[in-house]
């Protein structure tokens, strides 16, 4: 099955199902989703309710790949609502190996990045720009991780 903006995605994980709404295809990260912020212990009868939950976290993830696989399944497509339709802010930046952390961040909207070097406590909020495996994204959402929580 070919994926298509408005897919909402399900997860099966150690702690339930979890939820991601598929709202952008961006030429070089791929499938953007967000991922929404509560766990179910059964798939719920009302999808549509979902878009009501709050946004846990946004990330890139090699959707298409992980539908053919069987590891991800699409279980309704909606029309992107109007507040999921804006491109996300996201912060990006290179790890020093010695320290683990960045000592400078950009700010990227999707097309234009620029250097904004400390992050504002507001900014830690921002997605971090990367693609995600099932893996990693499983952990994430198990762990209820947020992008304040990463410690670079």
């Known amino acids: 099955m070919k994926v298509r903006l408005g897919d909402i995605i399900e997860?099966?994980?150690g702690k339930g199902f979890a939820y991601a709404l598929y709202t952008h295809r961006h030429p070089r990260y791929g499938a953007l989703l967000r991922v929404f912020d509560q766990l179910f212990p059964t798939r719920p009868v009302d999808l549509q309710s979902l878009l009501g939950h709050p946004v846990r976290f946004a990330t890139f993830f090699p959707l298409q790949a992980a539908t053919?696989?069987?590891?991800?399944?699409?279980?309704?497509?909606?029309?992107?609502?109007?507040?999921?339709k804006v491109f996300p802010l996201?912060?990006?930046?290179?790890?020093?190996?010695?320290?683990?952390?960045v000592s400078r961040w950009w700010l990227w909207d999707g097309e234009?990045?620029?250097?904004?070097?400390?992050?504002?406590?507001?900014?830690?909020k921002l997605p971090i720009r990367?693609?995600?495996?099932?893996?990693?994204?499983?952990k994430r959402i198990e762990e209820e991780w947020r992008p304040e929580d990463d410690p670079r």
Not at 68 to 84: R, S, Y
Not at 90 to 101: E, I, L, S
Not at 113 to 124: A, H, M, Y
Not at 130 to 138: F, P, S
């Open 11 to 13: 997860f099966r994980t």
């Open 68 to 84: 053919d696989k069987g590891i991800v399944g699409i279980v309704k497509n909606v029309p992107v609502p109007d507040h999921l």
């Open 90 to 101: 996201f912060r990006a930046g290179a790890v020093d190996p010695g320290t683990k952390k």
């Open 112 to 124: 234009q990045e620029w250097q904004v070097g400390d992050l504002t406590p507001d900014q830690r």
């Open 130 to 138: 990367g693609v995600l495996n099932d893996t990693l994204l499983i």
